[in-house]
């Protein structure tokens, strides 16, 4: 089921999407320049600090927050690139679950919405 949507929000809602892809695939880069430094520094260390220490402990933690914050940012990415591909084929606007219109004002917020509040609800 096609939704039609005024080409004018579409094209805004193309371009939220566009920007907020090309910010999260930056901060993946990032996130991953940060996670190799992150392992390089740990492998060449030869006075690494012992496991049981409180330094290593907490290198251990800020390493998980950045790959947990990675993890997130790719889940986001895809969603968002999702939504682009559903905007090219027009099903964009139309909940994945129950086939109804998500309403503009959801979409305003959540461009990549892939379900109607109701769905997502119960998902
Ligand atoms: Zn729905």
Redesign the pocket.
């Known amino acids: 089921m096609a939704r039609t949507l005024a080409k004018s929000t579409l094209k805004r809602l193309r371009a939220l999407l566009e920007s907020e892809q090309e910010r999260l695939s930056r901060m993946i880069e990032e996130y991953e320049q940060e996670l190799e430094e992150a392992r390089l520094t740990e492998t060449s260390s030869d006075r690494s600090p012992d496991p049981g220490s409180a330094e290593a402990g907490s290198l251990k933690f800020e390493y998980e927050k950045e790959l947990s914050l990675e993890r997130n940012a790719v889940d986001l990415l895809r969603k968002v690139e999702d939504a682009l591909r559903r905007i090219d084929n027009g099903t964009y606007g139309v ?1 994945e ?2 086939g ?1 219109p998500i309403p503009v004002a959801r979409l305003e917020v959540l461009p990549y919405a892939a ?2 509040v ?2 997502a609800r119960k998902a």
Do not use: A, D, F, Y
Request: aromatic share 0%; hydrophobic share 10%.
């Open positions: 909940c679950v129950c109804g379900t109607c109701n769905c």
